[in-house]
T-cell receptor, first 112, second 115 residues
C-alpha cells in the first residue's frame, strides 16, 4: 500500500522568511496530493491540493510542487506570518476507492 | 458550509468499558472516515465507509468496529476499551469517491482517556 514520508517533523522560521515542507510517496498510482493545516486545538483543514496532471499550483502565499518521476511533492509558504504556525500534513491517494494516506506532520513555528 | 460534529469533545472511560463515538455530517456526503491522532504518528485511518451499511478496514482496525446505519452518521465502537486506545479521535467526511479530489472535512475531535 501507499506510504507517505514527511520532513522535517519540526520547522522554525523567522517571520517573513519562507518555509518548505517535503513529502515522498511510494505508490506510483497516487494522483491526488492535498495539504492540511491544523492549528492548535482545532481540526485539520485543507489549504491546497494538487493532482498528478499539474506540476505546480499557487494560492497567494502558498504553493505546492509535484515531481511525479521522483515521487515527491512539497509545500512552500512565502512571507511567513505568526498565524502560519500550525501542524501541516501532506497526504496522497490514488483513484477509485483508496482513501488518503497522511504523512506524520510538520510542526511549523513562525517566530516574530 | 460543511458541518461535521462529534458527540463528545472529551471522554473518560475505564478499561474494559464499551465506548461509542458518534459522528454526524450534514452535507449528504457519501464517504466517512475515522482516524486516531497521536503525537509523532500523524493521522492513522481506523475504518472508513463509502456508503450506508458499508465499511472497510483502515490501517489500524484492531480493537475497533464501526456502524453506518444512516448516511449522515458514522459510529466508532471500542468493544472493550484499553489504555493504549487513549488518543484523539477524528471523524471526517467527503463527497464522491476519493480520487476525484474531494476535500475531507474533519470534525472537532474527541479526546478519549482510558483509565
Amino acid at each position: 500500500g501507499e506510504n507517505v514520508e514527511q520532513h522535517p517533523s519540526t520547522l522554525s522560521v523567522q517571520e517573513g522568511d519562507s518555509a518548505v515542507i517535503k513529502c515522498t510517496y511510494s505508490d506510483s498510482a497516487s494522483n491526488y496530493f492535498p495539504w492540511y493545516k491544523q492549528e492548535l486545538g482545532k481540526r485539520p483543514q485543507l489549504i491546497i491540493d494538487i493532482r498528478s496532471n499539474v506540476g505546480e499550483k499557487k494560492d497567494q502565499r502558498i504553493a505546492v510542487t509535484l515531481n511525479k518521476t521522483a515521487k515527491h511533492f512539497s509545500l512552500h509558504i512565502t512571507e511567513t506570518q505568526p498565524e502560519d504556525s500550525a501542524v501541516y500534513f501532506c497526504a496522497a491517494s490514488a483513484s477509485g476507492n483508496t482513501p488518503l494516506v497522511f504523512g506524520k506532520g510538520t510542526r511549523l513555528s513562525v517566530i516574530a | 458550509d460543511v458541518k461535521v460534529t462529534q458527540s463528545s469533545r472529551y471522554l473518560v472511560k475505564r478499561t474494559g468499558e464499551k465506548v461509542f463515538l458518534e459522528c454526524v455530517q450534514d452535507m449528504d456526503h457519501e464517504n466517512m472516515f475515522w482516524y486516531r491522532q497521536d503525537p509523532g504518528l500523524g493521522l492513522r485511518l481506523i475504518y472508513f465507509s463509502y456508503d450506508v451499511k458499508m465499511k472497510e478496514k483502515g490501517d489500524i482496525p484492531e480493537g475497533y468496529s464501526v456502524s453506518r446505519e444512516k448516511k449522515e452518521r458514522f459510529s466508532l465502537i471500542l468493544e472493550s476499551a484499553s489504555t493504549n486506545q487513549t488518543s484523539m479521535y477524528l471523524c471526517a467526511s467527503s463527497g464522491p469517491r476519493q480520487g476525484d479530489g474531494e476535500t475531507q472535512y474533519f470534525g472537532p475531535g474527541t479526546r478519549l482517556l482510558v483509565l
